[in-house]
């Protein structure tokens, strides 16, 4: 399996316009989480899903940022309007639901510069 | 709302054992202790986890201790390539996992 995948790597917008992240997880992973990572505030989790169902996105910063999962193979995370302050590497994650609880893979994460 | 409590740097000499704290005083009967690392701008990698009882991995040992309100990373015989921020999370699978600040690992030469 290749592992997480998300792209673009980098992602270089001007304020104003919109930016969509994507990430794949790996094949039979079942939970799916974005997180975002800044020097101030560490690696934030922004929502997670389980089984394509958001379950918890009081992480996410506010309306200007969404998510979805159409698809247990697919997720996007969109931000509009980006802001400067937007500028962060975002990761995502997934991970099996088993009843012997196992771990959770990273992506290699998207930089995104606002300017 | 942190659930663990970890020392914010440690360092360690290469090839020395590398010995890494952490508090959950309030963890639950049904969550896990789990440990990840992150080297550089790099996505965090999974270590070991474990629920009661001590693991062992090609990467590292858990111990837990018996009151499951601590536990300890150890990683054997640390290398430079070991050098990164370490991180303790408590959880239960398909709820959230929420990172707090780490500890810094140094190891030097």
């Known amino acids: 399996d290749a592992g997480v995948i998300q792209s673009p790597r980098h992602e270089v917008t001007e304020m104003g316009q919109e930016v969509t992240l994507r990430c794949k997880p790996i094949?039979?992973?079942?939970?799916l989480f974005w997180y975002r990572q800044t020097m101030m505030r560490g690696l934030e989790l922004l929502i997670y899903?389980?089984?394509?169902?958001?379950?918890?996105d009081s992480g996410m910063p506010e309306d200007r940022f969404s998510a979805k999962m159409p698809n247990a193979s697919f997720s996007t995370l969109k931000i509009q309007p980006s802001e400067p302050r937007d500028s962060a590497v975002y990761f995502c994650?997934?991970?099996?639901?088993?009843?012997?609880?196992?771990?959770?893979?990273f992506g290699q994460g998207t930089r995104l510069t606002v300017v | 709302d942190a659930k663990t409590t970890q020392p914010p740097s440690m360092d360690c000499a290469e090839g020395r054992a590398a010995n890494l704290p952490c508090n959950h005083s309030t963890i639950s009967g049904n969550e896990y202790v789990y440990w990840y690392r992150q080297i550089h701008s790099q996505g965090p990698q999974y270590i070991i986890h474990g629920l009661k009882n001590n693991e062992t991995n090609e990467m590292a040992s858990l111990i837990i201790t018996e009151d499951r309100k601590s536990s300890t990373l150890i990683l054997p015989h640390a290398t430079l390539r070991d050098t990164a921020v370490y991180y303790c999370?408590?959880?239960?699978?398909?709820?959230?996992?929420?990172f707090g600040a780490g500890t810094r690992l140094t190891v030097k030469p």
């Open positions: 994650a997934s991970s099996p639901i088993r009843r012997m609880n196992t771990e959770a893979f």
């Open positions: 094949s039979g992973h079942n939970s």
């Open positions: 999370i408590v959880r239960v699978a398909g709820t959230d996992m929420r």
């Open positions: 899903f389980n089984n394509n169902v958001p379950i918890d």
